[in-house]
C-alpha cells in the first residue's frame, strides 16, 4: 500500500501540473479523444478542453458511459478507432496480420473474413504449421496470401505446402531452416 503522505504529495504535484502544454505534440496529427459522459475520473468538460486544445482531434463523447468506456461501449470505440486509423493514414498503408499460430482453423477463417475489408497483404502464421492440409483448406477461404512461417525447420515443409497452394509469402529464418544453403 502506498502511504498516504506520498499520495499527498503527489496529489499536490498533479494539481499543478500544466496537462494542456503536454498536448503540443498531438497538435499537428490526427488525435481522438474519447470519453464516456458519465466518467467520474476524466470529466467531460475536461475531454472537451483536450480535443479543442488539438486542431485535428476527433472528441468522442460516448453515452451512458463511465471511465471503462472500451469495456462498456467496444462497439462505439471500434468504429472511433477505424475513424482515426481512416484519417491519419487513410490507404497510405499496408496491413499485415500476424496471428502467432494461435488459433485454429474455425477461428482463423473467421478472423480472415473479419480483416479482409482492411484489404490485408497477408495473414501470417493464421494457424499451427503442423497441418499443411488446414492451412490449404484456410488459404483457399480467403482472397488474402497466407504467409508463413520462420518457425519451419527444413525445406521439406515449405515444399509440403507450396505443393498444396497452402501460402503465398515463404517467411523463411535461415537460423530455424539450417541456413541459406538447406
Wanted: charge should be negative.
Amino acid at each position: 500500500h502506498t502511504p498516504v503522505e506520498v499520495m499527498t504529495e503527489y496529489f499536490d504535484t498533479f494539481l499543478g501540473h500544466d496537462k494542456l502544454a503536454a498536448l503540443d505534440v498531438l497538435c499537428d496529427i490526427e488525435t481522438l479523444v474519447l470519453c464516456g459522459d458519465k466518467d467520474a475520473l476524466t470529466p467531460p468538460k475536461n475531454s472537451r478542453v483536450m480535443a479543442d486544445a488539438m486542431p485535428h482531434a476527433e472528441l468522442v463523447m460516448v453515452p451512458g458511459a463511465g471511465h471503462m468506456v472500451m469495456l462498456e461501449q467496444p462497439a462505439i470505440v471500434d468504429d472511433a478507432l477505424r475513424r482515426l486509423v481512416d484519417r491519419a493514414v487513410g490507404d497510405r498503408i499496408e496491413i499485415m496480420a500476424e496471428f502467432h499460430s494461435l488459433w485454429n482453423l474455425p477461428m482463423a477463417k473467421k478472423i480472415a473474413r473479419w480483416l479482409e475489408p482492411y484489404n490485408p497483404t497477408w495473414y501470417e502464421d493464421p494457424i499451427r504449421m503442423n497441418s499443411p492440409q488446414a492451412l490449404a483448406e484456410l488459404a483457399r477461404s480467403t482472397n488474402v496470401w497466407i504467409c508463413a512461417s520462420e518457425t519451419l525447420g527444413s525445406r521439406f515443409p515449405y515444399k509440403d505446402m507450396l505443393d498444396r497452394d497452402a501460402m503465398g509469402v515463404v517467411m523463411a529464418d535461415l537460423c530455424w531452416t539450417g541456413g541459406l544453403t538447406e
